[in-house]
Each structure stands twice: as C-alpha cells, then as structure tokens.
C-alpha cells in the first residue's frame, strides 16, 4: 500500500532563514516522488521530482529534496525563504509500477514566511 | 509544449441545480486525464480518471460523472448539485513514459460553492 504523511500541516519561517518541509512516505515498490506547490487559489505547480535517478535532486524557486530509502522520507528544503515562498505544499507518490499515474497526496503543509 | 486549460475559474450554483467544468489539454495526444478534488482544509481526492476516450473510471461513489467525449477532453459533470459538492476543482493529466514519466500536470482549478 501507499501513503504519504507530512509530518507539519504549518511551518513559520522568517524571510531569509532555512525551510524544512518533512514528508515521509510507504510503497510497495520503487517509488517516484513528487513536491508540488499551491499558491491560494491556484493550481498546483510541480517543484520537483525523484524518479531514480540522483537522490537529491534539484526543482524550481531554489527547492531541492533529498531522497532516502533507509528513512523512507523525501523532505524539501531551501537554504534562504522568500516572501513569495508562502503557500500549501503537497508531497505526492506514486508505484512505478502503476500505469496509471495514481498519486498518494500528502495532507499538505502551509509555509508561512514573516518578513 | 503541452497546456491544460480548466474553466470556468470560479462559479457558484444554486442546490439542485446542473454543474459542467471543462477541461482541454494541448500539444499531446492521448493522455490520462484526471479530476480531483480539494474540499477546505483537506487533502486532494481523485474523483475520475481516464486512459482514453469513453473509458472513465470512478474512484469513490458521489453525485459526480465525468465524460470524455474527445481525446483531450474532460468534462466533470452534475445533474443535481449538493452543497457538499463545494470545493476546489482540479483536471489534470499525464502521459506514461518518454521524458514525462509518470508526472502528472495540473490546471488552473476551479471554485464551486453551491448555496
């Protein structure tokens, strides 16, 4: 079975500081893994994603996760938080061995940053 | 490169009355398509989901059909809607391999509040 819980359903950071987004994971099979971001009233954009190549791997806006299998986690971090930062965001898995592109959505989590 | 286009943006709709969200997607052929939604304060749900024209599939039981009368088209519909069908709307779609993988892109979602 899979699943995705992400550890914070808020996170506080202030401008210019370090962003943790925790998430963990299960699956059956190899993983591939997702980070997207929802600005309010919007769709969802994707961040980045793990598909098995290069555990850590690098998206958009500064973001990167690193992909651990003995943790089963795939958190998302950013060394300095920006204003435009602030938004829910969704750590997403999916089986590779699904053919139909079924994701597992986390619960989300709202990054707030304070000037 | 491919777009997914989701209208209308916002709507409210009276108790009972009939609901029709639209969904294309551009500059691919033959892709899943999916409907999801994301009630206040939840996680997102998938609601239908798609391999090809005529065949959707259902994920949970509700007042919701989809419709794809096209290749890359997907229709959410309701004949009578319930104030518990309020919520953030979102279409999506993914193709299986090539240098997409398994990726899923959003729209631009949709706002129903049903009074």
């Known amino acids: 079975a899979q699943s995705v819980t992400q550890l914070d359903s808020h996170v506080s950071v202030s401008e210019g500081t370090p962003v943790l987004l925790r998430c963990n994971y299960s699956?059956?099979?190899?993983?591939?893994l997702f980070w997207y971001v929802q600005h309010p009233n919007k769709g969802l954009q994707l961040l980045l994603k793990?598909?098995?190549?290069?555990?850590l791997v690098k998206g958009i806006n500064g973001f990167e996760a690193e992909f651990k299998k003995s943790e089963t986690s795939f958190h998302l971090t950013k060394p300095s938080a920006h204003m435009s930062d602030a938004a829910e965001y969704f750590c997403?898995?999916?089986?590779?061995?699904?053919?139909?592109?079924?994701?597992?959505f986390g619960r989300g989590t709202q990054l707030t940053v304070w000037p | 490169s491919q777009t997914i286009h989701q209208w209308p943006a916002t709507l409210v709709q009276p108790v009972g009355s009939p609901l029709s969200l639209e969904c294309t997607v551009e500059?691919?052929?033959?892709?899943?398509l999916y409907w999801y939604r994301q009630a206040a304060g939840r996680g997102l749900q998938l609601l239908f989901y798609?391999?090809?024209?005529?065949?959707i599939s259902s994920e949970v039981p509700q007042n919701l059909s989809a419709s794809r009368p096209q290749d890359r088209q997907f229709i959410l519909s309701s004949k009578k809607l319930l104030l518990s069908d309020s919520g953030f709307y979102l279409c999506?779609?993914?193709?299986?391999?090539?240098?997409?993988?398994?990726?899923?892109?959003f729209g631009e979602g949709s706002w129903l509040t049903v009074v």
């Open positions: 999506a779609w993914s193709v299986q391999g090539g240098s997409s993988g398994n990726t899923i892109y």
């Open positions: 699956s059956s099979y190899s993983p591939s």
């Open positions: 793990y598909t098995s190549a290069a555990t």
């Open positions: 997403v898995v999916i089986d590779r061995g699904s053919t139909l592109g079924r994701l597992y």
């Open positions: 500059g691919t052929s033959n892709p899943n």
């Open positions: 798609s391999v090809g024209i005529g065949q």
